[in-house]
């Protein structure tokens, strides 16, 4: 019997910046065009179909059935997490007029955004 697996994602609320996200982590992402169906988008992720949900208060959710240990690592969520601020900041920075000049991976692995104002 399998087990469904949810991972709530606070904070994650815009589907266009995940699923960018998860292309940049080298994972395959889609939209669901299915209207029947309650997910929004939907991963290949470790080899595992993988759901992208809306939920109630408009955060993603994965929803996954099975045995989702690389769902549940925490080392995995903060990936995506880290992964889902870099794509937004540097959509808000260049929405706002900057040019994304680098980024830099610190030795804490913390991510430094180098942006330059043009006018």
């Known amino acids: 019997m399998s087990m469904r697996v949810e991972i709530a994602l606070d904070g994650i609320t815009d589907l266009e910046v995940m699923l960018t996200a998860l ?24 080899g595992h179909d993988v759901d992208i949900v809306r939920h109630a208060d408009r955060n993603l ?27 937004a900041v540097k959509r808000k920075a260049v929405a706002m007029g900057y040019q994304i000049i680098d980024v830099l991976e610190q030795e804490d692995h913390t991510l430094k955004v180098v942006a330059r104002a043009w006018g």
Do not use: H, P
């Open 23 to 46: 292309g940049e982590m080298g994972i395959t992402a889609q939209k669901v065009l299915n209207k029947g169906s309650r997910a929004e988008a939907c991963a290949k992720i470790e």
């Open 61 to 87: 959710v994965l929803v996954g059935d099975g045995d989702w240990r690389f769902m549940r690592s925490r080392n995995f969520q903060n990936r995506l997490r880290q992964r889902y601020s870099l794509v």
